[in-house]
Nanobody
């Protein structure tokens, strides 16, 4: 069973940057998918972006494309979400989720596809 823990949230001004970290213990570095989701008050949980072991590229929601970047450190079982040019509408609780095994060539932005979730970390973008 993969255990996931997020960290790195906080308060940042509009236009600023934050980097979230996801520690995925028990994740074998083959046949996996890891995704970032977020949920603002009153909203459904939505996919932000994802990566998989069989795809060289991360995939992003249109709302964050060009501003957010997902990267990983396989040796440390870590996945990162670099968030730049933050906007007030990016304010939400951010969650990391993992699924293993994952045999698809593309990762998924569907909540139901992931079975290991972190507790979430709050990101607030405000002046």
């Amino acid at each position: 069973q993969v255990q996931v823990v997020e960290s790195g949230g906080g308060l940042v001004q509009p236009g600023g940057s934050l980097r979230l970290s996801c520690a995925a213990s028990g994740l074998r570095m083959d046949y996996y998918a890891v995704a970032w989701f977020r949920q603002a008050p009153g909203n459904v949980r939505e996919g932000v972006g994802c990566i998989s072991s069989r795809d060289s590229f991360a995939h992003y929601a249109d709302s964050v494309k060009g501003r957010f970047t997902i990267s990983g450190n396989n040796a440390k079982n870590m996945v990162y979400l670099q968030m730049d040019s933050l906007k007030p509408e990016d304010t939400a609780v951010y969650y990391c989720a993992a699924r293993q095994p994952w045999y698809g060539s593309d990762c998924s932005d569907e909540v139901s596809e992931y079975d290991s979730w972190g507790q979430g970390t709050q990101v607030t973008v405000s002046a």
